[in-house]
């Protein structure tokens, strides 16, 4: 009943030059039934949103762009920062926030979080909003409360009709970029806690709308096990989606 999704996050790779050839590449193996049965978004740079939009309009393939995060002000003297009118003028329709990387990097807070969430949702655009714990936190087994504050956090002042639109994306910190993915039973084990939170805030009807993802070292050979879960309705990816084989077979796994 959920529509599946599966979207890349480039993170800081590609210039233009390679987001264009990658680009053109998924657009080449892009089927109808990748757009009809599924969700497929692409998160690139800022600085490759536009050219990876022109590439996928010119093929009327239907992949969505996303951005990678976004400030919450609509413009001003915020040097550096990037709006939700600037990223909604190029045609994305998706933008992630709160990021692991942005949290522990760069400091991100969950309040930060919730300001972008309710400034891209204003804006008519989609938040995925990761959520996801430290090994330290896995280890002490407070994983389920600390990812379901971080989802509280997130979604605080927007209503149930705004949520809807959301997508969580459940990032176990230790998995990504580690090529140590959660087991399909980890992983739905919090995307089940995280979907009965959305429950709690927001009714049974809402959270069964939602999309939930897993994120972390996703693969083609991980992914049929993560899918096969209730409630894991897809994949925020990032390395296996630098490669446009690896990712086709990963949207393939959606279908
Ligand atoms: P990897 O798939 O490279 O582990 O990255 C996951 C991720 O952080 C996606 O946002």
Redesign the pocket.
Known sequence: MRKPMMAG?WKMNNTVAEAVVLTQELSNRYTDAWADRADVVICPPFVDLKPAKTVLEFDKTRIAIGAQDVYWEPKGAFTGEISVPMIKEIGCTYC?VG?SERRELFGETNEDVNRKAKALIAGGLAPIV?VGESLAVRDEGTTNEYVCAQVRAAFAGIDATDAKVCVV?Y?PIW????GRTATPEQAEAVCAAIRATLAELYGADVSEAMRVLY????NPGNVEGLMAQPNIDGG?????SLDATSFAELVKACL
């Open positions: 996050n992630i990021h990761c994306a990032e998995a990504i970029g580690t994120g972390g070292s996703m925020l990816v990032g390395g296996a």
